[in-house]
């Protein structure tokens, strides 16, 4: 069977699909559809598997999750996935194949709404994130900086439910008596319960050229 953690999302937002395979006899050459969709990326998600009992009979789960980012609003059709393997005979003798019956099964397709941007969504980027943070950290107290001396300011952004490259860079403007250079920005993925969670690392390095007080912009 297959299912959606929701029932709609906003165009670049973050759906989970969850297919999920119930056995109760043994399984040789299992294979499952390739995930393709247009008009939206696929992310494969960790794989899972447990046991659990039915009527005091054994059977085996299997999961397989995806994180789906739609690209355009409208409404997102996931096909029916099928899954196919060959039933586990008992051999009869070593030069018996063991081969059993084929098994094929198929989930219903799937629909969701695809959500445009809201007309009042504020200039800039556009940021469908479940949860966002900001943080920042010094390599050196900017308070106690000298003349010709350096501190590197690390801007880090995580966003849940959107991926590191949608995350905009952290912008340096100019400031009078300061020079500034910016390294290269890291851009992560991690998955959790929930889905991605997308990083993005963006530093730079601080010099005064000249004594002063200075207010940087937030």
């Known amino acids: 069977d297959a299912e959606l953690d929701r029932s709609s999302v906003y165009v670049q937002g973050q759906v989970i699909l969850t297919l999920r395979l119930q056995q109760a006899v043994n399984l040789d050459d299992r294979n499952i559809t390739q995930l393709q969709l247009d008009n939206a990326f696929v992310r494969p998600l960790e794989q899972n598997s447990y046991q659990r009992m039915v009527n005091g009979r054994p059977w085996l789960v299997h999961e397989l999750r995806y994180a789906i980012f739609p690209e355009q609003s409208g409404t997102l ?11 586990r005979a008992p051999r009869r003798s070593l030069f018996d194949s063991g081969g059993g019956r084929q098994v094929r099964r198929s989930t219903d397709a799937l629909r969701i709404e695809v959500l445009p941007r809201p007309d009042n969504y504020p200039q800039g980027e556009w940021l469908p994130a479940a949860a966002l943070t900001l943080e920042e950290s010094w390599s050196t107290a900017p308070e106690q900086l000298k003349v010709g001396e350096s501190a590197t300011r690390t801007i880090t952004i995580r966003g849940e439910g959107v991926q590191g490259a949608q995350l905009p860079p952290v912008m340096f403007p100019p400031v009078d008596g300061l020079k500034f250079y910016p390294d290269q ?12 969670v997308g990083t993005r690392v963006d530093s730079v ?14």
């Open 77 to 87: 059709e996931i096909p029916a996935q099928t899954f196919t393997a060959r039933e």
């Open 185 to 196: 920005p890291t851009i992560s993925d991690a998955e959790t319960a929930d889905g991605l």
């Open 205 to 218: 390095a601080i010099v005064p050229t000249r004594g002063g007080r200075w207010q940087l912009p937030e």
